[in-house]
Nanobody
Framework: QVQLVESGGGLVQAGGTLRLSCAAS????????MNWYRQAPGKQRELVAG???????NYADSVKGRFTINRDNAKNTVYLQMNSLKPEDTAVYYC???????????????WGQGTQVTVSS
């Protein structure tokens, strides 16, 4: 059984910083994509930042230059460094990962439980 556990959310003033972490645990052979999504009240869940196993990254236009995704493959952990936060960044942030638990089955996709980020003006 694989789990994704997020941490690091909270309340911060506009212009502040937060760092989110997401650690995968369980039977893991390999992790492909590890991404961060967010969902604000009344809005659809959207991709914030993505990372591949070989180090490629991509970002939503709204966070480029402010957020940085990086991962520690040895620890099965992905981070999201969020700088210059804005009130519109307020949302529940979710970690997502594509994980192989065995080379003899297809990979599965997992979501974390979500962590609240609130940016006050």
């Amino acid at each position: 059984q694989v789990q994704l556990v997020e941490s690091g959310g909270g309340l911060v003033q506009a212009g502040g910083t937060l760092r989110l972490s997401c650690a995968a645990s369980g039977t893991i052979v390999r992790i492909d994509d590890m991404n961060w999504y967010r969902q604000a009240p009344g809005k659809q869940r959207e991709l914030v930042a993505g990372s591949t196993n070989d180090g490629s990254t991509n970002y939503a236009d709204s966070v480029k230059g402010r957020f940085t995704i990086n991962r520690d493959n040895a620890k099965n952990t992905v981070y999201l460094q969020m700088n210059s936060l804005k009130p519109e960044d307020t949302a529940v942030y979710y970690c997502y990962a594509a994980i192989w638990s065995s080379w003899y089955t297809v990979k599965d996709y997992y979501w974390g439980q979500g962590t609240q980020v609130t940016v006050s003006s």
